[in-house]
T-cell receptor, first 116, second 112 residues
């Protein structure tokens, strides 16, 4: 149980295009989902916290207009990187916290984004 | 602001040895602490979760301890195997906050 999937697992795009990444909780409902970013050989950095049916809460320094997050249902959150640039290339990982165990997170396999 | 540190950053040991990974955190008002494993280019696999009221958790060859007052946790791996090679991350959740604060990670290599 407690499986989280991400799609796509990797994506290559041209500079200036937008990319959408999906995060799904497959066998549980997740009131809260989290989006992380990880640079090579570094730890995970929280980008935003996403609650179903409400606006995401972004961490300091994360541009909310660039990284659009939508949490439309209890099993799906999406991250859209708008007008992507090479510096947005990174490994993006989502996690989901099953209700009501808010303090235990289960992680997706990650999405490798490369912007040319 | 919670800060989590892991020492050493990298560790290489011969197969079969027992080893200990360390994690320290600055704010002891934690709700729980988790140890994760990350293989290159992959997501995180949860290994052990210790609630703040617990002292340790065990799963197979893994044992994690928690000393909240001193802000420390250790992950003990017994009889290491080459398949244990990965990066190990610890992360804490503070009371009143769902967010995980991650440590810097320890890259473990088990030498066959």
């Amino acid at each position: 149980g407690a499986v989280v999937s991400q799609h796509p697992s990797w994506v290559i795009c041209k500079s200036g295009t937008s990319v959408k990444i999906e995060c799904r909780s497959l066998d549980f409902q997740a009131t809260t989902m989290f989006w992380y970013r990880q640079f090579p050989k570094q730890s995970l950095m929280l980008m935003a916290t996403s609650n179903e049916g409400s606006k995401a809460t972004y961490e300091q320094g994360v541009e909310k207009d660039k990284f659009l997050i939508n949490h439309a249902s209890l099993t799906l959150s999406t991250l859209t990187v708008t007008s992507a640039h090479p510096e947005d290339s990174s490994f993006y990982i989502c996690s989901a916290a099953p209700h009501p165990r808010y303090n235990e997170q289960f992680f997706g396999p990650g999405t490798r984004l490369t912007v040319l | 602001k919670q800060e989590v540190t892991q020492i050493p950053a990298a560790l290489s040991v011969p197969e079969g040895e027992n080893l200990v990974l360390n994690c320290s955190f600055t704010d002891s008002a934690i709700y729980n602490l988790q140890w994760f494993r990350q293989d290159p280019g992959k997501g995180l696999t949860s290994l052990l979760l210790i609630q703040s009221s617990q002292r340790e958790q065990t799963s197979g060859r893994l044992n994690a301890s928690l000393d909240k007052s001193s802000g420390r946790s250790t992950l003990y791996i017994a009889a290491s195997q080459p398949g244990d090679s990965a990066t190990y991350l610890c992360a804490v959740t503070n009371f009143g906050n769902e967010k995980l604060t991650f440590g810097t990670g320890t890259r473990l290599t088990i030498i066959p």
